[in-house]
T-cell receptor
């Protein structure tokens, strides 16, 4: 149980284009999902908290207009990197909390590697 | 301000011996702690957690110890196996808050 998937697993795009990344909880409902990014050899940095049916909460320094988050259902959250630039190249990882278990444990997806040329 | 710190960037242990990974935190409001294991280009995998009302939690080869007065937790893996080679992150959350704060990670290498 507690499986989280991400799609795509990797993407290469041209500078200026937008990229959408999907995060799904496969066997549980997630009222809250989280989006992280990780640079090489660094820790996971929380970008935003995605709440089903409401606006996402962004961490300080994260541009909400650049990283659009939509949490349309209890099993799906999407992150759209708009007008991507090379500095947005990174490893993006989502996680989800199992609302049914009432725990604080977050289960992570496999990550999406984004390369912007 | 790094609220969760893993001061050892790497650790090398012989197969079959005990691996001890350490983590320190500064925020006294943290009341839930987790350990994750991560392979390159993959998402972290949850290993074990502990609530601040406990000082020890065990799951198979993995045991987490929490010393609240020292604001220190550790993960013990025994016996260590080659498949345990990965980067280990500790994380903490406060007061039911949903955010997790991660340490920098420790790369564990198990030598045959």
């Amino acid at each position: 149980g507690a499986v989280v998937s991400q799609h795509p697993s990797w993407v290469i795009c041209k500078s200026g284009t937008s990229v959408k990344i999907e995060c799904r909880s496969l066997d549980f409902q997630a009222t809250t999902m989280f989006w992280y990014r990780q640079f090489p050899k660094q820790s996971l940095m929380l970008m935003a908290t995605s709440n089903e049916g409401s606006k996402a909460t962004y961490e300080q320094g994260v541009e909400k207009d650049k990283f659009l988050i939509n949490h349309a259902s209890l099993t799906l959250s999407t992150l759209t990197v708009t007008s991507a630039h090379p500095e947005d190249s990174s490893f993006y990882i989502c996680s989800a909390r199992d609302a049914g278990r009432g725990q604080e444990t977050q289960y992570f997806g496999p990550g999406t590697r984004l390369l912007v040329l | 301000d790094q609220q969760v710190k893993q001061n050892s960037p790497s650790l090398s242990v012989q197969e079959g011996r005990i691996s001890i990974l350490n983590c320190d935190y500064t925020n006294s409001m943290f009341d839930y702690f987790l350990w994750y294991k991560k392979y390159p280009a993959e998402g972290p995998t949850f290993l074990i957690s502990i609530s601040s009302i406990k000082d020890k939690n065990e799951d198979g080869r993995f045991t987490v110890f929490l010393n609240k007065s020292a604001k220190h937790l550790s993960l013990h893996i025994v016996p260590s196996q080659p498949g345990d080679s990965a980067v280990y992150f500790c994380a903490a959350s406060a007061g039911g808050a949903q955010k997790l704060v991660f340490g920098q990670g420790t790369r564990l290498t198990i030598n045959p």
